[in-house]
């Protein structure tokens, strides 16, 4: 069983900033594709961004800009940076991993996390 542990989520105002972090086991952090993905109640799961293991990147269009995602080789950790939160961006936040061809955010990611939630404030 593959263990994905996200930190980081909580509460900012609209405009604020948060840094989302996903400790990976190595052999998964080294070789995979790593993710973030979002789903709010009534609305399906969206993928946000991925990185690969020599640090290529896709981005959803609406956070291209605002949201970077970036790995810590020493801590086997990934992160998803965001800064200029949006009133409709808060979400469950999920870590995903996956052996996929060009980390596609619109594959199937086989591996995923537990989970952290954002809340956006006006």
């Known amino acids: 069983q593959v263990q994905l542990v996200e930190s980081g989520g909580g509460s900012v105002q609209t405009g604020g900033s948060l840094r989302l972090s996903c400790a990976a086991p190595e052999y998964i952090y080294s070789s995979y594709c790593m993710g973030w993905f979002r789903q709010s109640p009534g609305r399906g799961r969206e993928g946000v961004a991925s990185?690969?293991?020599?640090?290529?990147?896709i981005y959803v269009d609406s956070v291209k800009g605002r949201f970077t995602i970036s790995k810590d080789n020493a801590k086997n950790t990934v992160y998803l940076q965001m800064n200029s939160l949006k009133p409709e961006e808060p979400a469950m936040y999920y870590c995903?991993?996956?052996?996929?061809?060009?980390?596609?955010?619109?594959?199937?990611?086989?591996?995923w996390g537990q989970g952290t939630q954002v809340t956006v404030s006006s």
């Open positions: 990185i690969n293991s020599v640090g290529n990147t």
């Open positions: 995903a991993a996956g052996r996929l061809y060009e980390c596609s955010l619109r594959s199937r990611w086989g591996y």
